[in-house]
Structures are given as C-alpha cells and as structure tokens.
C-alpha cells in the first residue's frame, strides 16, 4: 500500500497562505490523491482529490509533482476554522470500483491569530 | 449532496454486552462503505471494507467474529461491536464511496465507551 508522510505539525499566522506538503513517493499510475481534514471528535471532511493535474475548489488548492511521487494542499487565505488535522491519503483500487484508504499520521495546523 | 450520518453519536455500554453502529449515506448510493477506528490522539485505522450484498473484507489483525459488519442495502451498513470489552472503547467513524472518482464520504463518528 502507497503510504505518505507529512509533517507532524505545522503552524500559520491566520490570513495568510499554508503550503501543506506530502511525500507519496510509492505512489502508483492510477492511485488518486486525496486530502482531507479533521477536527477534533468529528469525521474527516472531504478537502480536494487529484489524479494528475493540479485542482482548485472553493476551499484548498492541490498541487501535484510532476512525477507524483509528492504534493501540496494550499489554502490560500488561513482562518481560525482551518484549525485542524489534515491527511493526504493516497487510494489504491482493491477492487472494480474499490479505493481503499491508508491514512498516514497527518499534520495538525495550527493557526494563530 | 454528499452527506453520511452515524447513530448513535456516543454509546455507553456494559462489559460483555454488544452494541449495533449504524451508518447511513443519506442523499446517494454507495456499494461501498468503511468501517474505521480511532483511538485519542491517533489516526484512523481500516477495519474492514464493505460491499452491499456481499461479506465485509476485513484488515489484518481486525477480529471478524467481534465486529460484525452487514451491508444489507446502498445506503446503509451497520457495525455491531460483539461482547464488547473495555479496550473497545474507541471512536469508530464510517464512510460511504461515491464515484467515479470513487471519493469517500464521512459520518460523524460514534464514541463507544465500554464500563
């Protein structure tokens, strides 16, 4: 299984931008990229997925090595809410429509005020 | 759109009693949901993986006779924790995949206690 590292923790000044990296260098060609947060006690949040490409949506930024074997979520503007743990999980296909999920240590983001 | 519920939300339950989690994905279809464990300050641990109509696929080390798992329809599966022990006690969190692009979608997680 693709496993990914990332920092423990990391910490912004709110309003600014966080560049979230992870190592995903056991990636293969069709594992999606997914990254997702959670605060405490509650379920992860979808945050934005790729493939190859870099994404963007209305919460985070998703920046995708070329050769893939690393990427980075950036918000752009931090606020008190981002306050979380966030996960990049790589997700290899099990099985015809299967994508299992291996959820690494994460990094918690602290944001300062 | 996207949204997957759990119930109940905590349960407080005695040694040696079982305990039933339920998980629904409320607004689409999911052959596929997760069953997951997190203990304080950890990450989340696969349990098993579920396919509507099928048995649950369970990760190493994830005893199948303690935690029952059905996947009776595509919208719900249901975890039910077998003569439970205190050393279950954990928050146990489900998803439901939706796809393509096969994304899963959490519930809020169930904190299971066990006096």
């Not at chain 2, 407080?12 to 279809?29: A, N, W, Y």
């Not at chain 2, 997951?36 to 300050?41: H, L, V």
Request: charged share 20%.
């Amino acid at each position: 299984d693709a496993k990914t590292t990332q920092p423990n923790s990391m910490e912004s000044n709110e309003e600014e931008p966080v560049h979230l990296p992870c190592n995903h260098s056991t990636i293969s060609g069709t594992d999606y990229i997914h990254w997702y947060r959670q605060l405490p006690s509650q379920g992860p949040e979808y945050v934005i997925h790729g493939l190859t490409s870099n994404v963007n949506n209305r919460m985070a930024s998703l920046a995708i090595a070329e050769d893939r074997k690393s990427s980075t979520l950036i918000l752009h503007r931090a606020t008190l809410r981002d306050a979380a743990v966030y996960y990049c999980i790589i997700s290899p296909q099990i099985g015809s429509g299967t994508y299992k999920y291996i959820f690494g240590t994460g990094t918690r983001l602290k944001v300062l005020a | 759109g996207a949204v997957v519920s759990q119930h109940p939300s905590r349960v407080i339950c005695k040694s040696g009693t079982s305990v039933k989690i339920e998980c629904r994905s409320l607004d689409f279809q999911a052959t596929t949901m997760f069953w997951y464990r997190q203990f304080p300050k950890q990450s989340l641990m696969l349990m098993a993986t579920s396919n509507e109509g099928s048995k649950a696929t369970y990760e190493q080390g994830v005893e199948k006779d303690k935690f029952l798992i059905n996947h009776a329809s595509l919208t719900l599966s249901t975890l039910t924790v077998t003569s439970a022990h205190p050393e279950d006690s954990s928050f146990y969190i489900c998803s439901a995949q939706r796809g393509p692009p096969y994304e899963q979608y959490f519930g809020p997680g169930t904190r299971l206690t066990v006096t």
